[in-house]
Nanobody, 130 residues
């Protein structure tokens, strides 16, 4: 079992920045694929970003088009933590943000569906006012 604990989030104005953190249990965190999803009011949970282990010290980050250039996913394996830095926030970014983990990180293939992950965090509210 992997436990994910999120922190960060809050209320900001449009154009401002916010950072989310997600700390995972487990001794092989460096090999996990990690993802961020979000669920806006009345919407389905959608993919935001992922970072997968390619082997050695190589990782690949991927993003949904709507956040490219604004959001950055990163990880600190020494802290078992994945981050989502969100810049130039827009009101449409308002959602509950969830981190997700998959213990067997695929080198290729999808990481953009909820079914691609095994474990989920509790969610963190991000609200962006106009």
């Amino acid at each position: 079992q992997v436990q994910l604990v999120e922190s960060g989030g809050g209320l900001v104005q449009a154009g401002e920045s916010l950072s989310l953190s997600c700390t995972a249990s487990g001794r092989t965190f460096s090999t996990y694929a990690m993802g961020w999803f979000r669920q806006g009011p009345g919407k389905e949970r959608e993919f935001v970003a992922s970072i997968r282990w390619l082997g050695g010290i190589s990782y690949l980050a991927e993003y949904v088009d709507s956040v490219k250039g604004r959001f950055t996913i990163s990880r600190d394996n020494a802290k078992n933590t994945v981050y989502l830095q969100m810049n130039s926030l827009k009101p449409e970014d308002t959602a509950v943000y969830y981190c997700a983990a998959r213990t067997n990180s695929p080198r290729v293939g999808s990481l953009s569906f909820t079914g691609d992950y095994d474990y989920w965090g509790q969610g963190a509210q991000v609200t962006v006012s106009a």
